[in-house]
């Protein structure tokens, strides 16, 4: 009687490690089907924030850092100055008709601060422009700077922004020429002397 009482225990044993191990080796089992799944997931890219309103480090007002869009120069805060720029700029029609097929292999890097007065004057009157000669404004990319030329994310880093706006003219991902502060002439003629590659040199290029 012993005997089979002992041999019925062994088997308990046995069997309640093997469950133990099984349970073991199933959880190990998921663990790396979960691992596996995860790795697995598709890696989502990264989209930087549009249009963040800070306060101005000279005084009470806020103004826009980093990557920002029409929508955001036109909030609020800055929709009045940018309203007046706007609609004060008279296109110059002529060169616009000669700079309009020019545009269509550009792309166009504006570094800009709200807080800036050349910035405040030139960057409407660039949309202005844009928007008449039927532009592709995606590829037109705008960022805001503080007063010491600088952003969060250092998006400045490696263009030399002295004097903002500086506006930057790219065909076929590169530099062509760059439009700085003020114009020579005009902004549309400034442009179109960019685009032709013809020796432009900006306000404060010898």
């Known amino acids: 009687m012993k005997k089979i009482l002992f041999f019925i225990l062994a088997i308990t044993i046995v069997a309640c490690n093997n469950t133990t191990e099984t349970k073991k080796v199933s959880n190990e089992t998921k663990k790396e089907n979960t691992e596996k799944e995860v790795k697995s997931l598709p890696t989502l890219a990264y ?8 306060k101005d480090t000279v005084d009470d007002n806020m103004m826009l850092l980093g990557k ?3 929508k955001g120069l ?19 029609t002529i060169t616009l008709e000669a700079l ?3 545009l269509k292999d550009i792309s166009i890097k504006v570094f800009m601060g709200t807080w800036c007065s050349d ?3 030139e960057v409407p009157a660039l949309y202005k422009i844009l ?15 503080s007063h010491e030329k600088e952003t969060p994310s250092h998006l400045e880093k490696g263009f030399d922004i002295q004097y903002v ?13 760059r439009y700085v502060e003020f114009a020579q002439e005009t902004l549309e003629k400034d442009m179109l002397a960019i685009l032709n590659e013809s020796g432009y040199k900006h306000s404060y290029e010898e």
Not at 165 to 177: D, L, M, R, S, V
Request: charge should be negative; charged fraction near 30%.
């Open 74 to 92: 036109t909030q609020k805060e800055f929709k009045q100055w940018y309203k007046e720029n706007y609609y004060a700029h008279e296109i110059d």
């Open 165 to 177: 706006p500086t506006i930057i003219f790219y065909k076929n991902e590169q530099e062509i020429g």
């Open 119 to 121: 910035s405040q004057r």
């Open 100 to 102: 309009k097929p020019k």
């Open 68 to 70: 920002v869009d029409h």
């Open 131 to 145: 928007s008449t000669a039927e532009y592709n404004t995606s590829k037109l990319e705008i960022i805001a700077v």
């Open 47 to 54: 989209i930087p924030e549009i249009n963040i309103l800070v």
